[in-house]
Structures are given as C-alpha cells and as structure tokens.
C-alpha cells in the first residue's frame, strides 16, 4: 500500500506555543488529507478535512484558529496547534487519499503531543 | 449520519481461546467501505482488513476471519487461537469517500 509519513513522532512542547506536525504522502500524490485527534483511551476523532489548494473543513467543535491546517501540495499537509494547553495533549493522525484510488486511504504513524 | 458501535469495551481471554469482536454500523449510503484496525501500545494503525458493501462473502486471513451481514449491519472480526502478540485495540471503521468514522475501540489482553 501506499505510504504516508508524519512527523514528528512525539513532541513535547510548553503551554502558548505552537507546534507544527507534518503529514506526507511519499509515494503519492494526495489531493485530500485528514486529521484525526485521539484522547488517551478513546477513539479518532475527524478534527477536519484538508484539500490541496483551498481551505480546510473543520468538523464541528473543532477551533480553526487553534488547529490551523495548510495543504499547500499535492504531497504535503500540516496541523499547527497554535497556543498549546495541556489540554491539547492528545494524539494526532493523519490519513490522505487520491480520488484514483477512491475509498482507500493511509495512515500516517501520528505524532503524540504533549504540552506541559 | 454514519456511527460505529463496538459494545465490547474490553476483552480477557487466555491464550488459544477464539475471540470474536463485535461491530455495528449505521449509514444511509448504499455504497462504503468498512474496516477493521488494530493500534498497539505505539499507536500507529494496522491494516487488518477493507470491505465494501457490495461484497459480503466472508473472509479468512491465517487466524483471522471476518463476517459481514448487511442485514444487521455488522462486521464481525474473529481471532482463532489467540496469541499474546494479538493484546491491542481494535477498531472497526466505517469510510464514506475516505472520511473515516472510528467506533470506539475493543480493547483485547491475551494472557498467556
């Protein structure tokens, strides 16, 4: 299957700081991102959905301003968690797709935040 | 709107015992896909299995086997022989145009 990376893998970082978290398609071109937020012994949750070129879609109860999400090409998308609260500590994950493959997307390895 | 329910919490079996995880799912689409994942202790996601809606022949992967019945919109995922390696959380998952909807995971210990 196809491969997505994300990086970093953990990061801890202090509260009112940003931290960016990166999400590539390696070997191919992905005209949809998304990313999903996982709180300790809980399920994924779909924080928004991002396409190349245009803005993302936020799910509901999902702040914009705090997770800022730019998929500037075909390969690469990033979640900016922008003034971090310990609150904030969770899980990240993406997944990406082509509209060739249709219904099939990949996983990124997702990046454990946690704010201190 | 789409939904996913695994009623089953978590799960203790012995090893060897067979272990069937339960999934339900609600959606109006006609056509999607369904999922199942296991996230060990690291996180990251593994592949265990896609199904679309249109194909409810029943599947065997080595000591996996999954049975889909669109009449009571399940997806069931069965271990046979349990192993200790196979202690995780599983999740089924429901895709509609690639947006995933997660249930909420079983979690499943295998003690030797």
């Known amino acids: 299957g196809a491969v997505v990376s994300q990086h970093p893998s953990r990061v801890i970082c202090k509260s009112g700081t940003s931290v960016k978290i990166e999400c590539r398609s390696l070997?191919?071109?992905?005209?949809?991102m998304f990313w999903y937020r996982q709180f300790p012994k809980q399920s994924l949750m779909l924080m928004a959905t991002s396409n190349e070129g245009s803005k993302a879609t936020y799910e509901q109860g999902v702040e914009k301003d705090k997770f800022l999400i730019n998929h500037a090409s075909l390969t690469l998308s990033t979640l900016t968690v922008t003034s971090a609260h310990p609150e904030d500590s969770s899980f990240y994950i993406c997944?990406?797709?082509?509209?060739?493959?249709?219904?099939?997307?990949?996983f990124g390895q997702g990046t454990r935040l946690t704010v201190v | 709107a789409q939904k996913v329910t695994q009623a089953q919490t978590e799960i203790s079996v012995v090893e060897k015992e067979d272990v069937t995880l339960d999934c339900v799912y609600e959606t109006r689409d006609t056509t999607y896909y369904l999922f199942w994942y296991k996230q060990p202790p690291s996180g990251e996601l593994v592949f265990l299995i896609r199904?679309?809606?249109?194909?409810?022949q029943n599947e065997i992967s080595g000591r996996y086997s999954w049975n889909f019945q669109k009449s009571t919109s399940s997806f069931n995922f069965t271990i046979t022989a349990s192993q200790v390696v196979d202690s995780a959380v599983y999740f089924c998952a429901l895709s509609d145009f690639n947006k995933f909807y997660f249930g909420s995971g079983t979690k499943l210990n295998v003690k030797p």
């Open positions: 070997d191919f071109q992905a005209t949809t």
């Open positions: 199904r679309n809606s249109f194909d409810e």
């Open positions: 997944s990406a797709a082509t509209g060739a493959l249709n219904t099939e997307a990949f």
